[in-house]
C-alpha cells in the first residue's frame, strides 16, 4: 500500500512570545516492510532544521524561531510504500537489547487493577503470543475509546480507572500490563490509514509493540484491537509516549498558547501512482 500523510501543528499566541524552540519527531525511516518514498517538513518561520538520531533511534530535527511570534506553523508531508508483515517488525534500528522496555515509567507505571487484570489473562498456560493477543483483545474489550476524559498527561493506571481513553491511553495500558507479565513492550507513534475512507484525523495514532521470544518484536494495536498491518506507518518510538511525541519545546515568554492540529492520511490510489 501507498500512504500519502500530511500532518500541520499551528501555535497561535495572545502574546506573542520572543521565541520558540522545539523537537520534532515526525519524520519515518525505513524497515522491513516500510520503505519512505517521498517526506518534507515546512515551517512558516525562516529558521535551520538539524537533523539527529535520539536514544532510541527516532529521526528528530530541532529548530529556535526568533520572535515575537504570533503563529507558528510546522508541517510534515509525504508518502510510505507499505507491506503487511501480520505485525512482525523487522529491520528496525535497535539501540537497546528488549529487556530494557520492561522499565517503567511514570505514565506507564502498573498498580493493583491493572497487575490483576494482566494476571487474569492465564499467562502460566499460555505462550508469549497467545498471551499477547489475549492481552490485546482484553484491553480493546474493557477500555472505552473516548477522547474527553484524558490528556496527554494521564497515566496507565489513572485511565485503566476511568475504563476511558484514547490511543495513547490504550498503547500506555497495553505496555503497563506487558511489562508485568514479564514481557518487553514498547510505546509507538506513528499514522493508520482508516479503511472506513475517513482521512482527515485530529492526531496522528499509537499503538505498542512487545517482544516475542523466536519472533522479534510485534505490533499491537488496543484501540483497534488487531495486530499492525500495511495501514500502519511506524514514525517514533520510546518507553512511552513522552518518548515518541511527534513535537515537544518550549517558548520564552509569551501566553495564551492555542493549538490546531490537522491530519490527513490518504491511500494513493494506483491511477495516481503510474
Known amino acids: 500500500m501507498r500512504i500519502r ?11 506573542p512570545p520572543a521565541t520558540v ?7 519515518p525511516r ?13 515551517l512558516s518561520e525562516d529558521c535551520q532544521l538539524h537533523q539527529r538520531e535520539d536514544a532510541f533511534g527516532n529521526i528528530t530535527h530541532s529548530f529556535t524561531a526568533e520572535g515575537p511570534l504570533k503563529r507558528l506553523t510546522v508541517a510534515v508531508e509525504g508518502e510510505v510504500e507499505t507491506q503487511d508483515t501480520s505485525g512482525v517488525v523487522s529491520g528496525a534500528v ?65 485511565a485503566f480507572g476511568l475504563r476511558r481513553g484514547v490511543c495513547q491511553d490504550l498503547t500506555h495500558i497495553f ?6 507479565l514479564g514481557v518487553p513492550a514498547r510505546y509507538v507513534g506513528g499514522h493508520l490509514y482508516r479503511i ?6 485530529e492526531a496522528g495514532h499509537a499503538w505498542a509493540e512487545a517482544f516475542v521470544e ?29 518518548g515518541a511525541a511527534p513535537v515537544r519545546g518550549s517558548h520564552f515568554g509569551g501566553d495564551g498558547e492555542t ?11 494506483r491511477q495516481s501512482q503510474s
Open 5 to 15: 500523510i500530511s500532518h500541520a501543528t499551528t501555535y497561535c499566541y495572545d502574546r
Open 21 to 27: 524552540t522545539q523537537v520534532l519527531r515526525l519524520t
Open 30 to 42: 525505513n524497515h522491513d516492510g516500510q520503505y519512505v518514498a517521498t517526506w518534507r517538513i515546512d
Open 94 to 158: 535497535e539501540r537497546f537489547p528488549p529487556q530494557f522496555y520492561l522499565r517503567e515509567t511514570t505514565l506507564t507505571q502498573s498498580d493493583a487493577a491493572i497487575a490483576g487484570f494482566a494476571e487474569s489473562l492465564g499467562g502460566d498456560g499460555l505462550g508469549q503470543l497467545p498471551l499477547l493477543h489475549g492481552l490485546l483483545d482484553a484491553v480493546h474489550r474493557e477500555i472505552v475509546f473516548d477522547t474527553d476524559p484524558t490528556h496527554a498527561a494521564t497515566t496507565a493506571a489513572e
Open 175 to 180: 505496555i503497563a500490563a506487558a511489562r508485568t
Open 196 to 201: 472506513d475512507g475517513v482521512t482527515a484525523q
Open 214 to 242: 523466536n519472533l522479534g518484536w510485534v505490533g499491537f494495536d488496543a484501540a483497534n484491537g488487531i495486530c499492525t498491518t500495511d495501514a500502519h506507518v511506524r514514525v517514533a518510538a520510546g518507553l512511552d509516549y513522552l
Open 259 to 269: 493549538l490546531d492540529v490537522a491530519v490527513h492520511v490518504d491511500q494513493v490510489s
